[in-house]
């Protein structure tokens, strides 16, 4: 926070990635992602002051077929003649890229070789903590750079995940015939951020079920203004994929038409300051822990001389003035 200028290399990054070199975007791509003083110098050139990207956040559980959607979301949207880019968010996968990527993300030959086609793999972080943090600044990096469309897909169901891939413009979640178990710990929650229910692998037994169980569910939510529609596809052999695509073009047409769409990216915009906040807070907090003239305090906290409200008040201080300096 010292205000340091964006040095030159990140500078020429903002402007190659600009002018549509991918290998700059990815460089961009790793320093916004680490985060720390070089994101925090780039953050206003890279700031989106009225979006262009529309986002699709995918969530659902390891193995429901996100990732062969997405390859089926991609050619919808080049067949519109659209750009689109993908984050695939993987805290336990090691890998961020080439053909172990390719495959993970199982893109068709001719959407790895396509200029209009981009995937990125979010995973070095390690922590779905970190993750969270970064994916709204590499969405609005893509949306810098002028891509139509983004797609979000985390790799599971736990609430973490469920947050990142609600963050997004619509959010589609995925299950599978039978889904029941598999996601029982966050059912209500998955429900609850679904703009677009999806029963992939359709044409096994027990998808005409779970459509109804699912619609039943449905029923039991507090009414909304957009009744999440439930569209059945197989993304292997591509069926249902068309369908899937108009009821996102619908979604986004209620959500643009209502203004809910300027009302979540609000919402969005103000999370994101929070979540920002609160972390810098804290790490002042912890750093304040650790000065000489705060020694004193802490260790008459952790004797039980000193009460710990009246002991935060002043961690606080402390903290405080270390801000206000940086
Ligand atoms: N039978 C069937 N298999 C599918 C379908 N969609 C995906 N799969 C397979 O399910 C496995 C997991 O798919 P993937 O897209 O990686 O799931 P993800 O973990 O949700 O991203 C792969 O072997 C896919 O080929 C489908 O509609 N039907
Ligand atoms: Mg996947």
Redesign the pocket.
């Known amino acids: 926070m010292s205000g340091r200028v964006a040095s030159t290399t990140e500078s020429t990054l903002i402007d190659d990635a600009l002018a549509g070199n991918r290998r700059a975007l990815a460089g961009l791509i790793s320093v916004v992602e680490r985060g720390g003083e070089p994101a925090r110098s780039l953050a206003p050139r890279l700031h989106v002051t009225a979006p262009h990207a529309f986002t699709l956040g995918l969530t659902?559980?390891?193995?429901?077929?996100?990732?062969?959607?997405?390859d089926g979301l991609i050619g919808r949207a080049r067949a519109g003649g659209a750009s689109i880019a993908v984050v695939a968010v993987d805290p336990s996968s090691p890998f961020t890229g080439g053909a172990i990527l390719g495959d993970?993300v199982?893109l068709r030959e001719e959407h790895v070789a396509d200029d209009a086609v981009y995937v990125r793999s979010l995973a070095n972080r390690g922590h779905l903590g970190g993750l969270a943090q970064a994916v709204p600044a590499v969405v609005r990096v893509l949306d810098r750079t002028g891509w139509d469309w983004v797609i979000v897909?985390t790799?599971g169901v736990g609430q973490a995940e469920v947050g990142i891939a609600s963050q997004a413009d619509t959010t589609l979640v995925?299950v599978n015939p039978g889904w029941g178990d598999e996601v029982q710990a966050n059912k209500a929650g998955l429900l609850e951020v679904a703009d677009i229910l999806v029963v992939?692998?359709?044409?096994?037994d027990g998808a005409a079920e779970a459509v109804r169980n699912l619609r039943g569910m449905l029923a039991l939510a507090p009414k909304r203004d957009w009744t999440p529609p439930i569209v059945k596809?197989?993304?292997?052999?591509g069926e249902g994929v068309d369908d899937l695509w108009l009821a996102i073009e619908r979604h986004r047409a209620h959500l643009e038409a209502s203004g809910e769409l300027d009302r979540r990216r609000a919402e969005r915009r103000l999370d994101e300051l929070r979540q920002r906040v609160s972390h810098e807070v804290e790490r002042a907090a912890r750093l304040a822990e650790q000065s000489p003239e705060l020694s004193a305090l802490l260790q008459s906290v952790a004797n039980g001389d000193t009460d710990p409200t009246t002991a935060a008040a002043k961690v606080v201080a402390v903290a405080a003035r270390r801000l206000r300096k940086a």
């Open positions: 659902g559980a390891p193995g429901a077929g996100k990732s062969t959607l997405t993970r199982r897909e790799v995925v992939n692998k359709a044409e096994r596809t197989s993304a292997l052999s």
